[in-house]
Nanobody
Framework: DVQLVESGGGSAQAGGSLRLSCAFP??????MAWFRQAPGKEREGVAA????????HYAASVKGRFTVSRDDGKNTLYLQMNSLNPEDAAMYYC??????????????????WGQGTQVTVS
């Protein structure tokens, strides 16, 4: 199994920033993505990046505020979140290994998931 470990969550004020990280195993190269889930809501795709790091996709709600990136030398996926608002508060998950036939921000597109890191915005 593939272990993904998120970190960097915490509390931020509205208008502030946080950077999330997701460590993934060495010698792997997967398409990856960030998802989030707020209480009582379905898990939704936030941002995705392909294994080359060239192609990125964003949910409309975060486009222009969030940036997904990866550093394969450090085996880490990042999500830079700026201009946070209370609607961004959620548990954030990273996912890896895309399955063909689904949109990049569809939960069904990914096989491996981390345990999540909590983001609160006040």
């Amino acid at each position: 199994d593939v272990q993904l470990v998120e970190s960097g969550g915490g509390s931020a004020q509205a208008g502030g920033s946080l950077r999330l990280s997701c460590a993934f195993p060495k010698y792997t190269s997967y398409d990856m993505a960030w998802f989030r889930q707020a209480p009582g809501k379905e898990r939704e795709g936030v941002a995705a990046i392909d294994r080359s790091g060239v192609f990125r996709h964003y949910a409309a709600s975060v486009k222009g505020r969030f940036t997904v990136s990866r550093d394969d030398g450090k085996n880490t996926l990042y999500l830079q979140m700026n201009s946070l608002n209370p609607e961004d508060a959620a548990m954030y998950y990273c996912a890896a290994y895309s399955v063909a036939g689904y949109d990049e921000l569809d939960t069904r597109a990914y096989k491996y998931w981390g345990q999540g890191t909590q983001v609160t915005v006040s």
